[in-house]
């Protein structure tokens, strides 16, 4: 059925001015722009004051196992995003090998909460049946997770691979390319992926590269490794020639605030020297992750397991509290507890019922009320939550957070964390009606240009070649929306749905009308 959407303020994606137009969708594609259209039989949408955009793409989030579950999405929808990045720092719900399915289930479990044997599939393939076959109302586009390529060839050990290992990593990492994945995502905070060696990562990358997409990295360090973690992943990019997509940059840690332009500055000279890298990241001040990040990864060797074990010893315990409150002698490698406090550890979810009526304090708070000490509650969730355990880190600087968010390279994003819990980190529910709405209003950006970080620039980025912009021709994947538009949720009050968005199409299919979602799932993985 056609649609007429008239008389629009549109946005065209590219960052250029608005101009006051009718949009005609047929067939699930951009059939015309123009002055005064005709009708012919077309549903007529009165834009009124309303600004009309591409849909919004998240480029960086952990949708993969929400969206097969609930296939509505209702808080992006109701943002205007009609695409999700997934697959995002080193965790993907596929490739498994034999004997690898209880692994990645507990690995992305571990981070997105308890993930069931037939929640992980063999390849991509596998993950688009289920996604298409119950229907999303969003577009996928997916990452291949490194943690699935290392488990699945090697495990959970803490080692480099063997040059069999690697092959072997990279043909598995072929053939889901080969699929559809848009790329692969490193996590190199996050063991197992933490556990590679340049060796193993520069031949992964050029993998990658052989065919013609791309490299994101949650990279070793955010803190005082922040430069040279940078560094490291632009050695890797350069060692293979392969495009990259530095994710959520940020410099956490008081003592480490005011370092993103260093590293922005960094970018654009290898941007200079013909390297095609750039970043995303979320419009908060504040980061999310799960329980075990707190920890080095060296503790977290032989898998959540092994560490339960070496918890029960009391000389083990002292040694991990004390380079959690104090800091290690690596600038590289610093504890985040030892950065921002026990104060600033808020938890997000909880999985164990004993334990849920702590939800939304911080670890300083939830230890005096149980009458613990914030270490021991820590080592108390990781056991009875089975390290499953979310947490909102209160780190970053709002000097640092406007630098990412407004450069020319930046990709606006979610990295919103779905998962069972009753105070998630907020930017699952807000960040794009934030984008288009507050920081616009805040004077960061035009609106144009707030819309082109959501559209065009992830659309180039992801190979995207039919979305992103509005042009006759394009799939309609479409978002109206008032100037007013909003984002009332907050970091005690969460789970708020964005306001202002009245129409979202995907593919001509209107998945949300006159404010209210329709229940429609015309969704697909793309590209
Ligand atoms: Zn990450």
């Avoid at 969708?25 to 549903?43: C, D, E, H, K």
């Avoid at 699929?179 to 692969?184: H, P, S, V």
């Avoid at 593919?507 to 697909?524: I, R």
Wanted: hydrophobic residues 45%.
């Amino acid at each position: 059925m056609d649609t007429l959407i008239r008389d629009a303020r549109i946005i065209d994606g590219t960052g250029a001015p608005w101009f006051r137009a009718d949009l005609r969708i047929s067939g699930g594609r951009i059939a015309a722009v123009g002055p005064q259209l005709a009708a012919g039989g077309a549903t007529v949408v009165e834009a009124g004051d309303r600004y009309l955009a591409p849909g919004f793409i998240d480029a960086h989030c952990h949708d993969d196992l929400i969206t097969l579950r609930e296939p509505q999405r209702l808080e992006k929808i109701m943002q205007g995003v009609t695409t999700v990045v997934v697959g995002n720092c080193s965790f993907s719900l596929y490739p498994i090998a034999a004997g690898s399915r209880r692994l990645l289930a507990d690995h992305f479990g571990a981070l997105l909460g308890t993930t069931t044997d037939d929640e992980v599939f063999a390849d991509l393939d596998g993950y688009r049946n289920a996604l298409e076959g119950r229907g999303a109302a969003l577009n996928v586009v997916s990452l291949v997770g490194h943690a699935a390529l290392r488990l699945a060839v090697m495990g959970f050990e803490q080692r480099s691979a063997t040059a069999e290992e690697r092959q072997a990593m990279q043909r598995l990492l072929a053939a889901q390319l080969a699929q559809g994945a848009a790329g692969l995502s490193l996590g190199l905070v996050y063991p197992p992926s933490a556990y590679a060696d340049q060796a193993e990562l520069v031949a992964l990358a050029e993998t990658v590269r052989d065919h013609g997409k791309l490299l994101t990295a949650h990279i070793r360090s955010y803190e005082g490794g922040l430069i040279a973690s940078t560094d490291e992943f632009l050695s890797i990019l350069r060692s293979a020639g392969t495009a990259g997509l530095l994710s959520h940059l940020q410099s956490a840690g008081r003592p480490n605030w005011g370092n993103v332009p260093k590293v922005i500055e960094r970018l654009e000279t290898a941007r200079s020297e013909g390297l095609d890298v750039s970043f995303d990241m979320y419009p908060y001040p504040a980061g999310s992750t799960y329980l075990l990040q707190l920890l080095p990864p060296e503790a977290l060797a032989g898998g959540h397991p092994a560490l339960v074990e070496r918890l029960a010893g009391a000389a083990y315990r002292d040694d991990l509290r004390r380079w959690i409150e104090e800091g290690g002698n690596d600038p590289h490698r610093q504890s985040k507890v030892s950065l921002i406090g026990w104060e600033n550890v808020r938890l997000s979810a909880i999985g164990a019922a004993a334990l849920k009526h702590l939800e939304g304090r911080s670890l300083a708070d939830a230890a005096a009320s149980e009458g613990s000490t914030p270490f021991d509650l820590m080592v108390r969730l990781i056991v009875e939550d089975q390290g499953e355990t979310g947490i909102v880190l209160f780190q970053l600087d709002e000097g640092d957070l406007h630098a990412a968010c407004t450069h020319r390279l930046h990709l606006a994003c979610s990295d919103g964390l779905p998962r069972i819990g009753t105070r998630p980190h907020p930017r699952g529910f807000g960040s794009f009606a934030r984008f288009a709405g507050r920081l616009v209003r805040d004077g960061w950006f035009p609106i144009e240009d707030a819309v082109r970080r959501m559209t065009s620039a992830p659309a180039q980025r992801f190979n995207l070649s039919d979305r992103g912009v509005i042009r006759q021709g394009l799939v309609a994947d479409l978002t109206l929306f008032d100037a007013a538009i909003d984002d009332p949720a907050t970091f005690d009050d969460p789970v708020r749905i964005a306001t202002g968005v009245s129409h979202v199409f995907v593919a001509g299919e209107a998945v949300v009308a006159d404010g209210q979602p329709t229940g429609n799932l015309p969704g697909k993985i793309i590209p």
